[in-house]
């Protein structure tokens, strides 16, 4: 089993920016990719960024290419999503999610989930 927890959500201003962090316990060593989703009020999850967690590879919606960065720090067993240049429409219920076999931009490849963080954008 792999728990996750994240945090870092929060109210920010229109063009702000917010680094959300997402603390991995238990059979880490299992982890293939993680990735973020997210998910706005009477809207289905959506993909967000993925990394590889053996090379750093990554890969964006582009919804947010150019202004997210996925990054991991893999002694620390810690993801992170820098966010800059937010837009209203980027508030969502965040979660991270870990992939024990793929890199994939579906949720429902994903293992193990947080249990979400707010990031409210404010216009």
């Known amino acids: 089993q792999v728990q996750l927890v994240e945090s870092g959500g929060g109210l920010v201003q229109v063009g702000g920016s917010l680094r959300l962090s997402c603390a991995a316990s238990?059979?880490?060593?299992?982890?293939?990719?993680m990735g973020w989703f997210r998910q706005a009020p009477g809207k289905e999850r959506e993909f967000v960024a993925v990394?590889?967690?053996?090379?750093?590879?990554?890969y964006y919606a582009n919804s947010v290419k150019g202004r997210f960065t996925i990054s991991r720090d893999s002694a620390q067993n810690t993801l992170y999503l820098q966010m800059n240049s937010l837009k209203p429409e980027d508030t969502a219920v965040y979660y991270c999610?870990?992939?024990?076999?793929?890199?994939?931009?579906?949720?429902?490849?994903?293992?193990?989930w947080g249990q979400g963080t707010q990031v409210t954008v404010s216009s």
């Open positions: 999610a870990a992939d024990r076999t793929t890199y994939s931009v579906s949720e429902y490849q994903y293992d193990y």
């Open positions: 238990g059979r880490t060593a299992s982890i293939s990719a």
């Open positions: 990394i590889r967690w053996i090379n750093s590879n990554t």
